[in-house]
T-cell receptor
Framework: SQQGEEDPQALSIQEGENATMNCSYK?????LQWYRQNSGRGLVHLIL?????REKHSGRLRVTLDTSKKSSSLLITASRAADTASYFC????????????FGPGTSLSVIP | DGGITQSPKYLFRKEGQNVTLSCEQN?????MYWYRQDPGQGLRLIYY???????QKGDIAEGYSVSREKKESFPLTVTSAQKNPTAFYLC????????????FGNGTRLTVT
């Protein structure tokens, strides 16, 4: 399987705290993507990081990629109740053009 | 506004019936995808298509079929051979470049009884 695990499976924090989610994968990749899903809805793209990049920022989001460890992390700083959602990483493998595989996701609850 | 439309939002069928889920996009994207999501789980890839009249099996294609006769449309048929079809189905698309993100529809929740 191309995809590995995300941890934690569930995370509960207080508003204002930072949230960190991790993603591991198994194969060589072209890029890694992070998505957000509110309950019962489609996924929304957050950040795409290419295999030759190590870190990327977008507003309160910071993504890191370590290709030697085949892992990535998503940091949400100064969390808000509206950040409550499930977060998924997805990978584009080098050997399977256009085949995008998702991890199991992390369920984040931000308590006001 | 450009986007992906999945219809219907909720679908109910009796066991043994085939059912077709619609997915239409007006983003002029080349690649389209179908994923299945079970409660509390991640997304599993059913089929994907990079170009009209061509598609590839994903990780759980058994019991499903697709067609790609037009660039805008990628319907998914859940056949009676699918042993556990009740799930949330998500369609997505993206530009042909592999370094581009997926755009998702809002999903169809299929219940088979």
């Amino acid at each position: 399987s191309q995809q590995g695990e995300e941890d934690p499976q569930a995370l509960s924090i207080q508003e204002g705290e930072n949230a960190t989610m991790n993603c591991s994968y198994k194969t060589s990749i072209n890029n890694l993507q992070w998505y957000r899903q509110n309950s019962g809805r489609g996924l929304v793209h957050l950040i795409l990081i290419r295999s030759n990049e190590r870190e990327k920022h977008s507003g309160r989001l910071r993504v890191t990629l370590d290709t030697s460890k085949k892992s990535s992390s998503l940091l949400i700083t100064a969390s808000r109740a509206a950040d409550t959602a499930s977060y998924f990483c997805a990978t584009d493998a080098k050997t399977s053009y256009d085949k995008v595989i998702f991890g199991p996701g992390t369920s984040l609850s931000v308590i006001p | 506004d450009g986007g992906i439309t999945q219809s219907p939002k909720y679908l109910f069928r009796k066991e043994g019936q085939n059912v077709t889920l619609s997915c239409e996009q007006n983003l002029n994207h080349d690649a389209m995808y179908w994923y299945r999501q079970d409660p509390g789980q991640g997304l599993r890839l059913i089929y994907y298509s990079q170009i009209v009249n061509d598609f590839q099996k994903g990780d759980i294609a058994e019991g499903y079929s697709v067609s790609r006769e037009k660039k805008e449309s990628f319907p998914l048929t859940v056949t009676s051979a699918q042993k556990n079809p009740t799930a949330f189905y998500l369609c997505a698309s993206r530009r042909s470049s592999y370094n581009s993100p997926l755009h998702f529809g809002n999903g169809t929740r299929l219940t088979v009884t």
